[in-house]
Every structure is written in C-alpha cells, then in structure tokens.
C-alpha cells in the first residue's frame, strides 16, 4: 500500500508534503503534520507486505482501510491509496484508489 496527499493548504508550519507515492508511516505523518490527530481525525490501517487480503462480494464483509473525520475532509485537496497484489504465482494487481478529489464548483464554469 501507498499514499498519495495534497493538502488543501500548506501546513502551518510551512513543512513540505511529498507530491508523489508515500509509505503508510509518511502518510500518517503528513496528515500529522496537517494538524490532524490519529484515531481522531484520520484512520489509516497499516497493511504490511504478506498481508492476506479476503475476497469479498459486499462491502460489510471488507476491510476498513482508511476513515477520515471532517477536519481531514476539510484539510485535504486529493488523498489516493495504491493496492498492490502480488498473488502465489507472482502475478501483479495494482490499483490507485481516489478517496478524496478536488472540490469542483458547477457554477465556476465558463
């Protein structure tokens, strides 16, 4: 797993966040440096390598990977997680997850 952030604003304390893929540790420690308080205003479930990950057919029976409270919601710009799946005859699965998107305004249009 990886993490991608785009804050809405720069931090306060005018530390940089990395624009390209992050591990769950920088992750976390950029919503940190957000401002934002862990089990609080963000969740992120660490999945180490080897991790099993079950096959599922609704939502009810997944795994919660990331939960965001509204300060996260107002404090962040775009937020994707990459999932990468090596299966047991090393064929690889990945897929970029768009959690979070740029607000858009209809009305702004031209």
Known sequence: MSYRITPRHSPANHATIPSGWITWRA?????ITLGLVEEQDFYLHH???GAALL???NSREGLELLALGSKALERLSALDVRVRVI?????VYERDLQ???PWWDPSSRP
């Open 55 to 57: 096959m599922t057919s």
């Open 27 to 31: 992750a976390a420690q950029d919503l």
């Open 47 to 49: 999945l180490g390598s």
């Open 87 to 91: 299966d047991t005859l090393g064929d």
């Open 99 to 101: 959690c979070i998107r």
